[in-house]
């Protein structure tokens, strides 16, 4: 199941990012869109492709304008490579898959409840996990993956409702 | 902004809600000199998006998503507890920024029930009386309905939309429905089946309660704006404090209000409309105390702030062998009156719902959740998918110990007084929750179904409905307005609010708030 750039417009429209479109989104980006990739490849099933291209354009456009919270992102990716340099020996975005599970989960992210303004690994639940989940499961790609192509958060008709599908 | 109050003013609106909004749009477009005095602020419908994933990312409690809760709206709850807070918004559009957006016409029976059923109480007006009014409210509201529900009380023309068809889950309860001996039909809505109004037709972000983003589903804002467009003056962010009176406790003279800036200015008028719900409505008229009224203005009746009600919410949920396609929509599609008028004084009106958001949506699951990857996926595509819910409102009678009143030492960011909420269920109030679940249960037998969750009468809830604490009658010594919704004592001083109901019935109020609103207006303007 592929993300596309109909998903990154859906992602979009259920959070009003700072621009019209991910192609409006110049600079003021995050410096480390990479780990932010890699992450995603580990929070979204293996079946989704085009994780690296939907990260960026909608994190991009995520941050755009938004001075506050794009420092609460790259705060929370800072955190998460202290976390991989120091028990993995290397940044977050070089550890194999299985080993960048491990350190989400020897932050014990799977048990920690989201939170902007809390503690380092309550802010990468809120500002990372939180945020890369929310993009996927209010797109309509997302919603597929689990028998929605309307779930909500997205403005998908009037009719899947009613059980028309695409 | 300038917040001095403006001269030679024909008519002072407090409350910006759906009747407030009613009223000034209707006065100012008969050439009235209008101000609207509102305590909460004037939102940015740009941000609407960013107020839905307020709502969609859970680390966020209901209340922050119309930046409710605080200083400003503290208050105290006694017996059964009532989440104030939860059930309403303060700011330009009032509660209707938040509501789900169903509107009934309440039942000829709600008018007499005292004289039908010996329940309750009746009303000074009829359903004939609010008839013509109940058509405009579904006109300024925009309404999309159908005929097709044998239950309703008589009207005289089409809705002004076409109904929203039913849903794949209302296909999944229409057999058992039928075979349960339960008569089902559409549900009036708010929400624009199509363009209307100059706002759009529903996009299906599915997140209608607490916000609408595309503004398919009506709120009081689009009110406001042709009240603005006709000349009316709206200000946000003043909280009335108190009104004055004349020497002979004849008329209001004044509403006094606070500002951000820390000024307090006295807005007068020729006439006074109180438009601020059913909690606040009567703590302005309790927190209006004077040496002429020691127990608050327009209260010599001693009714101010009693007979408090809201609708009971009873419903039960599992899940069914097929796709349920639940949380597409934020709205409700199918219903039963069947069950609303009473046979006798043995129970309160009933009314039947068939929920279109069942059980978890996926973004809810998902961040819950606390897994990641493909197992997340497999989890939240278990929790998605199959639920069907019943829900129903239920209908609460009034009781004079059911009331607000001033906390006694508990006081709001200002120093007023909080309210306080005293709440409790009745015994026929639980018989009735205790019915409509027993049609609830006929149906899911029928289905084949065990609920996997029920809502009786103890763990109920209250549906976000404040009713009854102004009530209207042709006695002033029993009630606070008359049937012109003109208080008693004070003759230029009205209330348009659910705050006057002197019964609830069990449909959601706010169509007859507005169909009272407007009532209200002709009146105020006759009178002007």
């Keep these: 199941m592929e993300l596309t750039r109909r998903d990154v417009l859906a992602a979009l429209a259920a959070v009003s990012a700072g621009c019209a479109s991910p192609e409006d989104a110049t600079g003021d980006g995050l410096d480390d869109e990479r780990t932010l990739v890699a992450l995603a490849e580990v929070l979204y099933p293996a079946t989704v492709e085009g994780v690296g291209e939907f990260v960026r354009r909608y994190s991009l456009a995520r941050v755009e304008g938004r001075s506050a919270y794009r420092a609460g992102m790259a705060d929370a990716l800072m955190e998460l490579d202290e976390h991989a340099e120091t028990f993995h020996d290397a940044p977050f975005a070089e550890l194999s898959r299985d080993e960048r599970d491990t350190a989400l989960r020897e932050l014990r992210l799977h048990e920690t409840d989201p939170d902007p303004e809390g503690a380092a690994r309550e802010r990468v639940r809120y500002y990372l996990v939180n945020e890369l989940l929310f993009a996927l499961y209010s797109t309509p790609t997302g919603g597929e993956l689990v028998g929605t192509p309307n779930p909500p958060g997205h403005p998908g008709g009037t009719a899947t409702y009613r059980g028309e599908r695409r | ?528």
């Design chain 2, 1 to 528: 902004m300038n917040r001095a109050p403006s001269e030679r003013v024909d008519c002072c609106v407090v409350g910006a809600g759906p009747a407030g909004a009613l009223v000034a749009e209707r006065l100012a477009s008969a050439g009235r000199d209008v101000v609207v005095l509102e305590a909460g602020p004037r939102f940015d419908s740009a941000e609407r998006e960013e107020r839905m994933e307020t709502y969609l990312r859970p680390t966020n409690p209901d209340i922050e998503v119309w930046e409710m809760g605080g200083p400003r709206d503290a208050y105290a709850s006694s017996g059964r507890f009532y989440p104030l807070n939860a059930t309403r918004v303060k700011g330009v559009g009032g509660s209707t920024l938040h509501w789900q957006g169903m509107v009934m016409r309440l039942h000829e029976e709600d008018f007499n029930l005292a004289s039908e059923t010996g329940l309750g109480v009746d009303w000074p007006i009829d359903y004939s009386d609010l008839r013509p009014y109940y058509a405009e409210a579904e006109s300024a509201l925009g309404v999309a309905g159908a005929v097709d529900n044998p239950f309703a009380p008589p009207r005289e023309e089409p809705f002004p939309m076409p109904a929203f068809p039913p849903s794949k889950s209302d296909a999944v309860f229409a057999e058992a429905c039928e075979a349960a001996g339960i008569t089902t039909h559409s549900v009036p809505n708010a929400r624009n089946s199509k363009g209307y109004d100059g706002r759009s037709a529903c996009v299906g972000y599915g997140t209608c309660s607490p916000v609408c983003p595309s503004g398919a589903k009506y709120d009081a804002t689009t009110t406001i704006a042709d009240a603005e467009e006709a000349g009316a003056r709206v200000m946000s962010e003043v909280p009335v404090q108190r009104l004055e009176h004349d020497d002979a406790g004849e008329r209001v003279t004044g509403a006094v209000y606070a500002t951000p800036e820390g000024d307090e200015f006295t807005q007068e008028a020729r006439e006074f409309v109180l438009a601020c719900g059913g909690v606040e409505t009567p703590r302005l008229l309790l927190l209006s105390d004077s040496s002429r009224f020691p127990d608050g203005l327009a209260n010599s009746s001693g009714a101010v702030g009693r007979y408090f009600m809201d609708h009971l919410f009873a419903g039960m949920g599992g899940r069914v062998a097929a796709e349920t396609n639940q949380h597409e929509i934020g709205f409700i599609t199918t219903e039963s009156h069947q069950f609303y008028d009473r046979p006798d004084d043995s129970r309160g009106a009933i009314k039947l719902e068939f929920l279109n958001y069942a059980g978890p949506s996926p973004v809810g699951a998902a961040l819950t959740d606390g897994e990641w990857g493909d197992e997340l996926a497999e989890r939240v595509r278990e929790a998605y998918g199959n639920h069907v819910a019943m829900g129903g409102l239920v209908e609460q009678l009034p009781r004079a110990e059911n009331r607000v009143r001033l906390h006694p030492t508990k006081t709001d960011n200002r120093g007023n007084p909080v309210p306080e909420i005293v709440w409790s269920l009745g015994e026929k109030t639980r018989r009735t929750i205790e019915r409509a679940n027993e049609l609830q249960r006929s149906v899911f037998d029928e289905l084949g179904v065990e609920p996997e969750w029920v809502t009786g009468p103890e763990d109920t809830g209250p549906a976000a409905h404040h009713m009854g604490t102004t009530r209207m009658g042709a006695d002033p010594a029993e009630s606070v307005v008359d049937a012109e919704l003109r208080t008693h004592d004070l003759s230029n001083l009205s209330i348009a609010s659910s705050s006057v109901f002197p019964t609830a019935g069990a449909m959601n109020p706010t169509l007859t708030i507005a169909a009272l609103a407007l009532k209200c207006a002709d009146h105020v303007e006759t009178r002007l």
